[in-house]
């Protein structure tokens, strides 16, 4: 019997009753291929591989995450709560030991939704990855964490989740914001100014192949991950950089993907997208699988791969090896860059615009930071969509100091019921969530 070097927990749930439209890219059969690739394979007869049943995530796990208008019930259908629930499954299976390190194969995906949310947005409602965090933290007292997002898209969900919480690294490697969705993931973005450098950005341009993903890997995410330290490496793992995927422009390989979870060593790994259903997706997803295993992936190999058609140009080479060079030295310079942030101000103001694709809601934010120096602040949204709905979303930080917990009631005490469609304070010093009465 075969046996793996590593203990490998495994999560599946297609969700067979849940997709945007029947026809829509992100739909059941992802998943389905790859559950019959691993049964041929017979990855479940090694010795060390377990299936696990996903768990359903309750509204206490959502809501230390989100500001859901008009309610979590709402903006989550039945397959959310399980979708979110696999990664946790996963990530309790990793805490208790019972497995070395696991991967959700879960939808609907999550990365792009944000802190508040009016709908869906890049086929997400809710960020399966920080609900799944924000229980870890809660349960297991878990503190500094790494999430590493390889997705196809800059993961503008979890990057403005984190925004601000200078205990999670986030970094994103994904194709140029120039050319596709959601257009944003830039090396100057680099998180708020009490958090300055702890988010980082690699846009990658379209066609880039194995060598510059890696390259990455190599250059930034590993040394700067050996410096931050963190307990736990949570890899969002979106399977469309493939040569195939109908959605995007990469050349990036089955073999890539499995190269980069063996560099990475990711604890936690979660499915986002993925939309070469047949041609790609289940040999990404067993050369994953096979690499966080510790086992021999070389026999993975997708129809179509020729290396040589696949191999990024040298002006590629180039433009990857400059954007890695600045991130570098963002890095290395985070500290200057965020006191230059704060300045001598109390409060840091963000004005900002979000587009709901999957419903069309225009959402238009005005947030409010408390620059302090002892925690990474009081926050406070002020959100409003065009569909007329208003919020007031007030966050306390899981590590608040008296002042920002002080604050963050003070503004939820001081807000009117009757200018708002909905008043809310996540306290996460207390893991509570509270929504004022009209
Ligand atoms: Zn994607
Ligand atoms: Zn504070």
Request: hydrophobic share 35%.
């Amino acid at each position: 019997m075969l046996k793996a070097l590593n203990k490998t927990g495994l999560v599946f749930f297609p969700a067979f009753d849940w997709a945007i439209s029947p026809t829509h890219p992100e739909r059941e059969e992802r998943l389905l291929y790859t559950q019959d690739q691993v049964m041929e394979e017979g990855l479940f007869d090694i010795d060390g591989i377990h299936e696990y049943k996903s768990e359903v995530v309750d509204i206490k796990d959502v809501q230390r995450v989100h500001f859901s208008y008009p309610d979590v019930w709402q903006v989550m259908t039945e397959s959310h709560f399980i979708s979110a629930g696999g990664a946790k499954t996963i990530a309790r299976a990793v805490m208790e030991k019972s497995v070395n390190n696991g991967f959700a194969l879960v939808r609907p995906p999550g990365h792009h939704a944000m802190r508040v949310v009016h709908g869906g947005r890049g086929f997400c409602n809710v960020n399966n990855e920080a609900i799944m965090l924000e229980y870890l933290r809660h349960a297991y007292g878990v503190d500094r964490v790494a999430v590493v997002d390889t997705d196809c898209h800059h993961g503008d969900g979890t990057q403005d989740i984190y925004w601000h919480d200078p205990d999670t690294l986030y970094i994103s490697l994904h194709q140029d914001g120039r050319t596709m969705y959601p257009g944003s993931g830039f090396p100057q973005e680099l998180g708020g100014p009490n958090a300055a450098g702890t988010t980082l950005n690699i846009p990658l341009p379209p066609y880039t192949g194995e060598e510059g993903f890696l390259y990455a890997i190599n250059e930034v995410v590993l040394p700067v991950i050996d410096e931050f330290k963190p307990e736990l490496i949570i890899n969002s793992a979106g399977q469309d950089n493939h040569f195939t995927d109908p959605l995007t422009n990469m050349l990036f390989t089955a073999k890539g993907y499995a190269d980069l979870t063996r560099l990475l060593k990711p604890d936690i790994v979660v499915l986002e997208g993925g939309y070469s259903i047949e041609g790609a997706l289940p040999y990404v997803n067993i050369g994953i699988i096979l690499a966080l295993a510790g086992m021999d992936y070389s026999h993975v190999i997708e129809p179509g791969y020729d290396p040589d058609k696949l191999k990024q140009t040298d002006s590629i080479t180039q433009t990857v090896k400059q954007t890695c060079d600045t991130v570098k030295a963002n890095w290395a310079q985070r500290e200057a860059i965020g006191r230059s942030m704060r300045g001598n101000q109390e409060y840091a103001e963000r004005r900002r615009n979000i587009f709901y694709d999957t419903e069309g809601i225009h959402e238009t934010q005005r947030e409010t930071l408390r620059l302090c120096p002892e925690c990474s602040g009081a926050l406070k949204i002020d959100s409003t969509s065009d569909r007329g709905a208003h919020l007031l979303a007030i966050h306390i930080p899981r590590k608040a100091c008296n002042n920002c917990w002080d604050l963050g009631r003070q503004w939820y005490e001081s807000a009117n019921p009757s200018d708002y469609d909905m008043i809310c304070l996540q306290d996460r010093t207390e893991d509570s969530y509270q929504v004022k009465e009209k």
